[in-house]
C-alpha cells in the first residue's frame, strides 16, 4: 500500500524558498501522476501543480514560474521547490498520488487516493 509523507514546511520570509519533499513507500512513485494541494484555514484545498509519469507538469497560474515540481526515482520522492514565496502561499501542503490517467485532470483533489499527512508552510515577516 502506498504511503506518502510530506516534510519541508516551516516559517520563512517573503521572498524566501523551501522545497518540500513527498517521500514514498510501499510502491514506486514512478507509476503514479502526483500532485501537491495546499490548503489554507476557512479555504478549500486547491492544486498547486502536478507531474505525471513521464515527467509532464502543470501548475496553478498563481504558483506558475515561481514553483517547480520534480521527481527523484532513486528517492521515491518528489519535490516541490517554492521561491518567491507571498504570504498568501501560507497554507498546510499536501502531496497525493493516484493512477497515471488522472494527470488530465490532475487540479482536482478528488481525482487522488493516497494523500500526505500535509506539512505547514508559513510566509511571514
Known amino acids: 500500500q502506498l504511503q506518502l509523507v510530506e516534510s519541508g514546511g516551516g516559517l520563512v520570509q517573503p521572498g524566501g524558498s523551501l522545497r518540500l519533499s513527498c517521500a514514498a513507500s510501499?510502491?514506486?512513485?514512478?507509476?503514479?501522476?502526483v500532485g501537491w494541494f495546499r490548503q489554507a484555514p476557512g479555504k478549500e484545498r486547491e492544486g498547486v501543480s502536478c507531474i505525471n509519469t513521464s515527467g509532464n507538469t502543470n501548475y496553478d497560474n498563481s504558483v506558475q514560474d515561481r514553483f517547480t515540481i520534480s521527481r527523484d526515482a532513486a528517492k521515491n520522492t518528489v519535490y516541490l521547490q517554492m521561491n518567491s514565496l507571498k504570504p498568501e502561499d501560507t497554507a498546510v501542503y499536501f502531496c497525493?498520488?493516484?493512477?497515471?490517467?488522472?494527470?488530465?485532470?490532475?487540479?482536482?483533489?478528488?481525482?487522488?487516493?493516497?494523500w500526505g499527512q500535509g506539512t505547514q508552510v508559513t510566509v511571514s515577516t
Open positions: 510501499g510502491a514506486a512513485l514512478d507509476y503514479f501522476a
Open positions: 497525493a498520488a493516484g493512477p497515471p490517467v488522472v494527470f488530465r485532470y490532475c487540479m482536482a483533489a478528488s481525482v487522488f487516493d493516497s
